[in-house]
Structures are given as C-alpha cells and as structure tokens.
C-alpha cells in the first residue's frame, strides 16, 4: 500500500488550499482517514479526522475553516483548507487505516508542505 499526497504550497494570509491524498496498491477498503501538521521542533498534532462512517472530528483552531472528506470509491482524503492563516505553515501529513487481504495497515504520506504569507 502506498499514498501519495498533493496539493501543498505558498499561499497568501487568507487563502484556500486543497490537499488530496490516495492510497493504492491490494486495498480492500479503507477505515478511518486523517490529516496532520508538524512545525520543525514540534510534536505533529491531529488537524482532522473522518472515520468510515463519514463522523468528521477537527482540531478546534482549524474548526470552521477546514473540511475533511473522502471519496471511497478511490480511496482518496480531502483536506479542503481555506481562511488560511500564518499559524497554518506546517508539514501535513495523511493518515490512511487501510484493511488488505493480510490485516489492517497503518499508512502515513510523506507529507505536504503549506506555507501560508502574511
């Protein structure tokens, strides 16, 4: 199983971003399915969740600005990111809780960088 995330880049003080993240490979469905953030020199922190059910969960700063969704038939997580602020500048992560035919994989993308201008 492999993922590959999209979408970071440079951004103005208010914008929007799309992060896109899909996981290929002997996937037979996937569970839950998130995003994180790291600064340099900081622990990576949760910014939102959706489980299989579609129950979306979100970081409190990033509440309202930020939506998480999933498309199963392509195996594929959402991060729509908009009212973008400096504080957003960070390293995002996907998280994918795959099920395959030999067990349930955790996979972690290599990560996205936003960089959000004041």
């Known amino acids: 199983v492999q993922l590959q995330a999209s979408g970071g880049g440079l951004v103005q003080a208010g914008g929007s971003l799309r992060l896109s993240c899909a996981a290929s490979?002997?996937?037979?469905?996937?569970?839950?399915m998130g995003w994180y953030r790291q600064v340099p020199g900081n622990q990576r922190e949760l910014v939102a969740h959706?489980?299989?059910?579609?129950?979306?969960t979100y970081k409190d700063s990033v509440k309202g600005r930020f939506t998480i969704s999933r498309d199963d038939a392509e195996n594929t997580v959402y991060l729509q990111m908009s009212s973008l602020i400096p504080e957003d500048t960070a390293v995002y992560y996907c998280?994918?809780?795959?099920?395959?035919?030999?067990?349930?994989?955790?996979?972690w993308g290599r990560g996205t960088l936003v960089t959000v201008s004041s």
């Open positions: 490979g002997s996937i037979v469905s996937v569970n839950a």
């Open positions: 959706i489980s299989s059910s579609g129950r979306t």
């Open positions: 998280h994918l809780q795959t099920v395959t035919k030999q067990g349930i994989i955790d996979k």
